[in-house]
């Protein structure tokens, strides 16, 4: 067996590439790009504060303005999902996941580009490793894009980025201090548990990224079997002919 499609399924994978070309456009003018520019605008503050602040920048500083920088993008970023027209695309013939897809590929772009820039404004000597502190940014934004993508499958929800943001907040603030001890998400680079907290942000991401998954595949409807109506020769009533 070979893995080319066969003949007949050619028309309709050209049909669905060309219903998702033609998505490009009206996806990317309804994507919330103002969420997006604030939460990344207020980051890159976020990010510059210890250097703003003058004296000398310390690697507590240093970690905790970066995750507060990431925090702030994936509050913008929880608005992605966003659309006020879901009920009338549901009808289109592309599958959700790709849509979804289609506007994550807008923004990871510069999304990268924004986050290269928040690690660079901190001093090169408060800065903590690029690949543990991008893990932990990594997984505010999964985690934003799961509560967005659970709240549409879920509800069918129109725009569940304020809910999703409001709680994303709060989740921020008390994360740090309600977490268990042998979890010790929040640890600074010189601290002996850096290495196993960051094994257990992977493992949050990952869970993350699934939850993203399983949530931008729609549900299947169940199935109404049609029940048929008997009918009747007309003159006859309930006994039969002649009742």
Do not use: Y
């Not at 921020?172 to 257990?200: C, M, N, Q, Y």
């Amino acid at each position: 067996m070979t893995g080319t499609p066969a003949a007949g399924d050619t028309p309709v994978l050209e049909a669905r590439r060309g219903a998702l070309l033609q998505l490009v456009r009206p996806v990317a003018r309804t994507v919330p790009w103002w969420a997006l520019a604030a939460g990344g605008g207020l980051g890159l503050l976020t990010a510059a504060l210890p250097r703003l602040a003058g004296g000398e920048v310390t690697p507590w500083a240093g970690v905790n303005a970066l995750r507060a920088a990431a925090l702030c993008f994936a509050l913008g970023a929880a608005f992605l999902l966003d659309d006020p027209a879901r009920q009338t695309t549901v009808a289109v013939p592309v599958r959700r996941v790709l849509r979804h897809a289609l506007r994550c590929a807008f923004v990871l772009p510069p999304a990268a580009a924004w986050w290269t820039a928040a690690v660079l404004l901190v001093p090169e000597e408060a800065r903590p490793p690029a690949w543990d502190i991008t893990l932990e940014a990594a997984t505010a934004l999964a985690l934003a894009l799961a509560g967005s993508a659970f709240a549409v499958r879920l509800r069918g929800a129109d725009r569940p980025g304020q809910a999703v943001a409001a709680s994303l907040l709060v989740a921020g603030v008390l994360a740090p201090l309600l977490s268990p001890s042998e979890w010790a998400l929040f640890t600074v680079p010189d601290d002996p548990r850096w290495a196993d907290a960051h094994g257990h942000w992977t493992l949050l991401l990952g869970g993350a990224l699934l939850a993203v998954a399983v949530c931008c595949v729609e549900p299947v409807r169940r199935f109404q079997p049609v029940r048929r109506l008997r009918t009747r020769p007309a003159g006859t009533g309930k006994g039969g002919p002649g009742a």
